[in-house]
């Protein structure tokens, strides 16, 4: 008896060693590739989901936050929690004031197994905040797909737009304006000169109270329809505080006023 319960022991031992050898050797097998989500984008291969829409407008809130001071870039970050990042940049010049942060997501677009193979297609979505036209306030944010040479960040609807409350302004040509604002609206990047990645722009207003915001949204050649309200399938967005915000005192401690008397030196 006792040599046949040790014999169906050993068998069973042997029969979950070898089924686990056979899953690690499965798992071993498995191969990953990571594609870039840009480089899809122009073969058309991938369609935008309502999960890529819902970062891109987070990260649009949040800039309008810092923009706005409602909220500091930590601030936001914190808020949103993972997967997102970033923080203020640090100057160069140890006294120089701070002018940069960014908030940006490491973002899995598709996960999908073909056979022995895990393809993930990958991307980043940010944030570039500066003060670009003034040294005291943070009033400009330019948000992308990082990286991206092609042009289209995301595939918005209708609704997504009026969700922000914008009213259409007017619409210009890439190429029409000078060097200088062609860094400003097409992404603040050289390469974006003289290409079709951003062929119009169309700027929209958002005002809440006193507050006024212009949005410049960058379409490429392609994905340009001149009867579209809207730039559906956008580039590149440049969000620009246009008014003078009052300073933001909590970032300043009050101290309460005391008079002095000076001392009497007649005496």
Partial sequence: MNLLRKTLVSFCCCLIYITCSAESSSNEDINKEYIRIYHITPKHAYQFTPQDIAIVKKLIWSSLNVLGQKSSIAGEIAKLGKPFEGGEVLPKKF????????????HTFEKKREGNKEIFIKGIYGSQISKRFNKKYWDFAGISLWNDDYGETIHFLDSDFEEFNLTF???FFFLDLSPKDQRIYGGGEEKYIGREICYAIYRFERVIGKEEYHFYFCVNRENY???????NKWGNLAIIRVDDPAPDKSRYKVVPYKPTTLPNWGK
């Fill in 95 to 106: 006294f120089s004031p701070i002018r940069y942060g960014e908030i940006f997501n490491y």
């Fill in 169 to 171: 302004k007017e619409k």
């Fill in 225 to 231: 329809d001149e009867h579209a309200p809207y730039p």
